[in-house]
């Protein structure tokens, strides 16, 4: 397809794509007729994860399970576009318009013009003023409720996303607002997504988006949950759909608006060009992949692990986080499951379970550490540590939905080495994933193909061990990027380079087929290995022992023991 004759645009076009990841963000320049990637820059948050507590004049601390962010981190990194425009080596004028993506659920409480409560003169110190990012998950208990009240009411809704609301979501985290600091709760105008905030930044239009308004938001047919179901949860929660969430929502790939002069001299694009509706990470990478297809699933693999497909028609998944009409592409029904620590957990065991004498050899050798892991935990075959753990470090997205599990290792003795026990956390992500591709697949929902992205691609022992678990060929997406690369087909489709998502995804899109294909011996050992997974993730996750809860309660007691603040 020549996109040259479509609409005018001509070869020498090019969109932006800006992907907001958990740490930092990065831009890519892509050009328009044939997606090649002209130039890239990444910015960094200076405040990373605030889980600890919140800097400033007085320090507060933060309880367990809190994840926030600042919202300046975020136009902040905004400098990532001119720099990669710099990369490029374009002329700003050649950019027709920008996109972004966005961490989901990752929301705010902010005023009717946008700006964040935590920004305003005196809330700088008040943890519920700031975002919480997707990891906070201190908002089970609020999840609970709200999962108890839908069961107790039939709500219809409840099973599009497998029979559990997350605490990762919009309406828990808002309501551990409500129940925790009423008077921010009050204050707060709009309670809005990251995702749908940036482009307020950029085009002075506030805008929600489908992807995180029926994945994260609840929104379902048409409508959020009811006025009388909000009041079943607690009387002072009946309006918050309508008088915090309600707007129009906009289609994925629409046109949000034109990008105005402040938001201009920050990207160093040109005022009035193309602003796309936001969007979420994981789901504006599949058409990154190339030709959208139903079955084809999208693996995004960074700090978590978000599964996305289209499917042909509409199922009920246990344990799914969501399923939308639209959610992905328009005309097919979007499926959303995950895993929400995977890169997270191996930064985690690389940072406390290694000795010394590897990050020695790492420096002597000139090799990142967790890349001298892969080696050495890789050489042995499968089987041979005799481990295997549970990789909930994070908790359970899928199909559990329990942030309240924790991590698990079996096997270990006083020979286990560091590698041994690194390779057994490799293989409990592979077996998570498996356990979602079953879970689909007993549902009527097939997966026929698996493509890969994200960080944790560069991995190759980790892709192969994924290959030989979930026994099938793992293709992986042309771009080291892919986010900002299904970002910046859709600043394409919403400049009028294309008509819809799919034709621009079939000329920017990017697929290295079959790079990673199972090894026949190896898989015979997984499927023993995972036999063993599944038992203790059914024990320890279906109701066979809570001793992970008790051990959260016990731990949680103690914290608020110790600091004096109420739970």
Known sequence: MDVSANKGVSGDAF???????????????VRVNDGAEAGTAVSEYPHGVIDRELAGASR????????????????????????????????????????????????MPVLADGTPLCQLPGLAARPHAYPKLWK????????????????????????RYGGKISSEWQFAKALQLLDEDFELYQRADRWIEAADWIIWQLCGTETRNACTAGYKGIFQDGQYPSRDFLAALDPRFAGFASDKLAHPIS???????RLRPAAAALTGLPAGIAVAVGNVDAHVTVPAAGPVAAGKMVLIMGTSTCHVMNGAG??????????????????????????????????????????????????????????LLDEKACEPPPGASGLVALDWEGGNRSVL??????????GLTLATTAPEIYRALLESTAFGTRVIVEDLGASGVPVTEFVVAGGLVKSAPLMQIYADVLQ????????????ALGSAIHAAVAAGAYPDVPAAADVMGRLQPDVYVPDAARAEVYDELYAEYVQLHDYFGRGGNSVMHRLRAIRDRAYFSRTGSGA
């Open 15 to 29: 969109v932006v794509g800006v992907d907001f990841g958990t740490l930092s963000a990065r831009a890519l320049v």
């Open 60 to 107: 507060v601390e933060l309880p367990p399970d809190w994840a926030l962010q600042d919202p300046a981190d975020y136009t902040g990194a905004l400098a990532a576009v001119p720099a990669a425009v710099r990369d490029a080596g374009i002329d700003p004028g050649q950019v027709i318009g920008i996109a972004t993506d966005f961490t989901a659920s990752t929301c």
């Open 136 to 159: 906070h998950h201190a908002a089970q208990p609020h999840a609970d409720r709200i999962n108890a009240v839908a069961h107790e009411r039939q709500e219809k809704w409840i099973s």
């Open 251 to 257: 289609p994925l790939g629409a046109l949000a608006g």
């Open 314 to 371: 509409l199922a009920e998944v246990p344990g799914m986080c969501g399923v939308v009409d639209g959610g992905i592409v328009a005309g097919l029904w979007g499926y959303e499951l995950g895993q929400s620590g995977v890169g997270d957990i191996f930064a985690w065991f690389t940072r406390n379970g290694v000795p010394g004498e590897f990050a020695e050899e790492a420096r002597r050798r000139g090799v990142p550490l967790p890349a």
């Open 401 to 410: 939905v329990d942030a309240g599990l924790s991590g698990l290792i079996v």
């Open 472 to 483: 099938r060929p793992l293709s992986v997406i042309g771009s080291e990027q892919a986010g």
